[in-house]
């Protein structure tokens, strides 16, 4: 069956060569790197490390950040305190810690702290290869202390975090509380984990035992906007942002600011607040050029607010900086909207280029690949591949993509199911995105159940009326349509 169209798209750019074969064509890249290297682990140790006298074990405490402060010792305050950290300051770490395991391969924090700036490097810079680097020092730092390693298992928890991988995530970092519950940056990475698995309650406790410690000053920025973004995800949108606005005044150091400053945009963002969204992206980039994150928003709030040129060159900016495959994708469909099928069909192409690469490093793509699949290439495909996603992590965010490519696909009474799991609170989601009850709005419509339909499609551009500069003009057309709605109370899950 031929994949539904809703105006214009790009020819030709599915990721797949061929069709797949039944129900095994998803490729396990993480799961087979994460096994390979655990089983390994001894090799891989014995590999990086070198001959030395009596080891020294000595853990030396973080030095403490201050405006005097050394590039590698504002990172080393950073990643060992589970806060964001500059990417030069993170290559200065590196490098640090890499020339002391060198000297002392016997230092299992050392290893520890390396592998820990390499997910963050990596993360940051959307490098993927920075992962199989993080995973070989966490490993080796298993090795030379044991399975009694806090510091390494908190890390193999964020890089699994990194590569989508949430059963492994999950594992370590609950390994990692056990070690340490008083600890505060062994829940973070767990809370993502539950998230992950579509766990929500699961992440509320976790928030509330992270919320009743006594973190630091210094940590405390960052427990703030961790609690931000579980209120998001939970719809409690004004708490989301008192959080995230109170870590943005006591952050530390620019680079953190700037992370929560970006967290900002992005939630003025998705209630639709172009100027505020560009103004957090704005002072997010001045304080740390190298937020990522922040370019690629100021591209989005630059479209939506019809300031095209900028926008192209802010997207433009970011992914000459980091290539994110997300962002990518973003440019591509914003070209697509403006009816530059070259330039959209280039950028697709990058976006499957820069999957492959992620891929290499142990990332699980397969969701943006799905997303990819149903809108511009193969739905077929992008149901087989979000349905084994679905099994592994039930997450909402799969829930709404595997719905959109099930309609997509045309099996709408199966689409909606799923659709109906994104955006119910009692099933966990409480987000409020104008892109799943958008999707939620159009499957209606394909199954003649046209008041759920105009409501849901209303409500999508209620919640941010510029969300997606394709799928905009498309809830626009079905409500015309569907003409205006007649008087009937609205559903208690909208209240």
Known sequence: M?????????????????????????????????????????????????????PD???????????????????????????????????????????????????????????????????????????????????????????????????????????????????????????????????????????????YKAARSALDKLMGLRAGAAARPAVMARASAVYRDRGWRED?????????????????QAAYLTGLGQLAWERGDREDALRHFEAAVRLDPDQRTARSGKGRALAALGRT?????????????????????????????????????????????????????????????????????DAQDAVLRLEEEWQRQPAIEVADALGWALHRAGDDQEALKYASIATDKDKGGGVRSALYTFHRGMIERELEQYGPARRHLQEALRINP???????????AALRELGDVPDEPAPDEED
Do not use: C
């Open 2 to 54: 031929e994949n539904r169209q809703y105006g214009p798209s790009v020819p030709g750019t599915s990721l797949v060569a061929e069709p797949p074969p039944p129900r095994r064509r998803r490729r396990r890249w993480l799961r087979r790197v994460l096994v390979t290297a655990l089983a390994g682990g001894a090799a891989a140790g014995a590999v990086l490390m070198l001959p030395t006298p009596e």
């Open 57 to 199: 074990r000595r853990a030396a405490p973080p030095p403490a950040a201050g405006p005097r402060a050394q590039p590698q010792a504002l990172a080393l305050a950073a990643v060992t305190s589970g806060v964001p950290a500059a990417l030069p300051d993170l290559a200065a770490l590196i490098g640090q810690q890499e020339s002391r395991v060198r000297a002392q391969p016997q230092d299992a924090r050392a290893w520890a702290v390396l592998g820990s700036a390499y997910v963050e490097r990596g993360r940051r810079s959307a490098d993927a290869a920075n992962y199989a680097k993080a995973e070989r020092a966490l490993l080796t730092s298993m090795e030379v202390r044991g399975s009694g390693n806090a510091e390494a298992l908190g890390g193999l928890a964020a890089l699994a975090n990194a590569r989508r991988d949430f059963p492994a995530a999950k594992r370590y970092g609950e390994q990692a509380l056990k070690l340490a519950p008083k600890r505060w940056t062994a829940y973070p990475p767990l809370i993502d984990a539950y998230n992950g698995l579509g766990d």
């Open 240 to 256: 989301a942002v008192a959080q995230l606005t109170d870590a943005a005044a006591a952050a530390r150091t620019p680079a953190e």
């Open 309 to 377: 040129d900028e926008a192209l060159t802010a997207y433009r900016t970011a992914l000459a900086k980091q290539p994110d495959p997300q962002d990518t994708l973003e440019l591509g469909e914003l070209y697509e909207s403006l009816g530059q099928f070259s330039s959209a069909r280039q950028q697709y192409d990058l976006m499957r280029e820069r999957v492959r690469r992620a891929a290499d490093g142990g990332v699980d793509e397969e969701l943006l690949i799905g997303q990819f699949e149903a809108d511009h290439g």
């Open 466 to 476: 510029y969300f997606s500069p394709l799928r905009v003009p498309t809830a626009q």
